[in-house]
């Protein structure tokens, strides 16, 4: 007569040099340092390649959420009402003229609104 | 016969602290009772091994969280079932896990050791061991190769215990109806 533990365990005695070897392994395991893992840069860079992406993702995101899509305040002023270069030149002397007006030198703002020619003044220079 | 959880003095401690001896003598006392309880479920000789040896290991890595040195046997055999049920739930066949009993579990009777039985009937008994459901195959395994109590094995299925105390009425209920036939 056998108890029910019995019977199963001498079922299986067969398998106790395996498993005496499977326990041999897992303790010969034990008492081995874990092995040092050297990571190269190359690796390092690699397990970030999906940070990087991400990354990279973002910034065309704000990039693109950065574009100005208004119009120009260039583009805004009517072709045939751009000033040409004359009359730009013309109306910066009229303001400096003024400026020299208001400012009480009126002798100065005479002179300083109408230069001389570039030979005389060339010639006065000469003088002094 | 080797009174199963008789309070043995095991060095659980020392393999906490890494000796690898300690863990030697812990792995000759549970390896052969581990390897009956998986294989009887996995009917596999390989994948019993592989499991036993992935229970080993996974002792070894998380012998921290064991809190109480005298469960170490239950908690073992409880990684040793989670690997099973790992396996039963890859092969799809987690339905037959399922099977619950309805029924109001009754009183135990007679434990592992009032239950003898015969040179030629040992044959038989295997057959109705492999014959049972996994889930009441387990129960069983659990109450004849340890001789846990119906709380550990409850702790070791995860299953409530109300449960695992109709598996094991039910297991033994048909085990002594072959047993009497015969």
Known sequence: MKTPR?????????IAPKLDALRAG???GLGRPP??????????ARSLRWHFAGLSAA??????????????????IPRDKIPTPQQLWASLRESRRLLLEYSGDASVAETAAVPGRRSEMADEQAVV | MLGV???????????????????????RRYQLPLYVYVFELARDEQTSLDIVQETFIAAVRHIGSLRDEAKFGGWLFGIAHQKCAQLWRRQNRDA????EIAETPPDLDAGPDELLIRREEEAEFMRLVNELPPPQRAVLLLHFVEDFSLEQIAEITQTPLGTVKSRLHYAKRALRKLLEEK
């Open chain 1, 59 to 76: 910034w065309v995101v704000v990039a693109v959420l950065n574009i100005d899509h208004s119009p120009s305040p260039v583009a805004m």
């Open chain 1, 26 to 28: 897992v303790v010969a």
């Open chain 2, 5 to 27: 959880t008789e309070r043995e003095q095991l060095p659980v401690g020392q393999a906490k602290a890494g000796e690898p001896e300690a863990w030697s003598v812990l792995f």
């Open chain 1, 35 to 44: 092995a040092r893992e050297t990571v190269s840069w190359r690796d390092f």
């Open chain 1, 6 to 14: 019995e019977i199963l365990l001498q079922q299986h005695e067969a």
């Open chain 2, 96 to 99: 037959a896990w399922r099977g």
